[in-house]
């Protein structure tokens, strides 16, 4: 990524370890915020992921046949990689997802409550 001209700011894990990214710049924000100013975010598919889709920032997964990366979050990545030579190719043709992928990925945005509200209401209503 370096060789390629692109700026890597690593967003760690709150349970990981700063010294192994010790040669990289990291955020000093929560990766989701300093993902609003990237081309694109690169790394293992996690539960950040789909929030950092729905902020408009394209992801790159990468994965390896001993990871487990569940259906839902691999939906939210605009390609997977296997090899670390591919990323800089990944994150140029990386994309946005289209708002359909989007919508399913994170269902209907703003109104989460009431939906709630209106699920449980049904439940007690029915015992």
Do not use: N
Not at 5 to 20: C, F, S, Y
Not at 78 to 89: K, L, Y
Not at 99 to 125: C, F, K, Y
């Amino acid at each position: 990524m370096q060789a390629a001209g692109k700026r890597i700011l690593v967003g760690l894990h709150p349970r990981e370890d700063p010294a192994l990214w010790s040669r990289y710049e990291i955020s000093d924000v929560p990766s989701l915020q300093a993902s609003t100013c990237a081309e694109a975010a690169i790394g293992i598919p996690g539960a950040v992921f789909p929030l950092i889709a729905a902020v408009g920032t394209p992801v790159v997964g990468c994965v390896d046949p001993a990871l487990t990366v569940p259906d839902h979050l691999l939906a939210v990545c605009s390609s997977t990689i296997g090899d670390a030579e591919q990323a800089a190719s990944a994150v140029d043709g990386a994309e946005l997802l289209d708002p359909q992928t989007l919508a399913d990925a994170l269902g209907p945005i703003g109104g989460s409550a009431g939906r709630l509200l209106d699920a449980w209401s049904r439940v007690v209503r029915e015992e």
